[in-house]
């Protein structure tokens, strides 16, 4: 039985967002397409009704999401931050306390004036209110029925273009198989309101760095094909990481690159960055994971549950404490193959 479901539905959660006047909007760290889109335009949205707003992310945070209209309002929270008092704090794709790094640890005494907006299979944030679509392709495509529901028509540029990002980024720009009708239409409203589709792919994913081609060359270089060729396992060591200049920034997308041979059915990237220089901190491997569709489709998102992650049935993942070589054999362990 799944009880990672909703309390509430679109127009309740409208109410108690209007009825808020000082709101606080974080997501997931280290924040993709969907989240960083999420968190500008929900609170553009919330600015617009004259809420006030304070928007956090925990770093890192890709240049090209960083580029955004919206992003230079949206601050980088550290450890040093703290999460101020607030009449409501809205927690958007994700609800998971295990991947809200540094603000996890501030949440408990928001807890009970926490709402959560998401789309994953699973969650365990403690928060008093959730919407969860587990069919929606995207926070973002909730957000805009959410909007709605919050009387805040998309005839902000600014707010469309946010909302686009993230359905087209957690889609893969409508390639995958979580792509529904609603996704179309909700992409189909964003683009009559005047979303410039082809600007914003190229500004995504056309302005990447040289150091991310360098990094993209040690993951090719490490993949092995397990078992009959079904899984394909990447790894990038520590020094993959120095001696390309590269940051977990460069990672995005890596893992989806092996799905293009036919036999493979998993992909399974494993990344240990360079150990943080506050020695306190501990070493943390993270663990992405993709499976095609079809009969013989692999949930990954129970795969990454038996690891202590989660996501969604085609794209998950799990963040780990290292050395590598140790959650390489769990991984492995846990796909039933060998290295």
Known sequence: MNLYTSNLDLLEA??????????????????????????????EALRGLDHEVTAWIVPPLADSLGSLRGAERVRPFEAA???EDTDLLIVLDTGASSQLGALGDQLGPHLDHTLVVDHHLSGDLGARWRYVDQQAAACCEILVGLLD???????????????????????????FSNTRPQTHEAAARLLRAGVDHARLHA??????????????????????LLGGGDVALMQLQPQDFTQTGADLRDVEQFVDIPQMVASVQTVVLISQPPAPKDARQEEWVRVSLRSKPGPDAVNVAELARRLGGGGHARAAGVKMPGPIEKVVEQVTKALGKRT
């Open 14 to 43: 409208a109410e108690i967002i209007r009825a808020a006047r000082r709101v606080t909007v974080i997501t997931h760290a280290k924040p993709d397409g969907d989240a960083m889109g999420a968190v500008i335009a929900m609170s």
């Open 81 to 83: 931050a703290a999460v």
């Open 149 to 175: 529901a919050m009387d805040v028509g998309l005839n902000d540029l600014l707010i469309c273009e946010a909302l686009f990002v993230g359905i087209a980024a957690d889609t893969g720009w409508f390639r």
């Open 203 to 224: 500004q995504l994913h056309q302005t990447e760095r040289p150091q991310k081609l360098a990094l993209m060359v040690r993951a090719l270089a490490s993949l092995k």
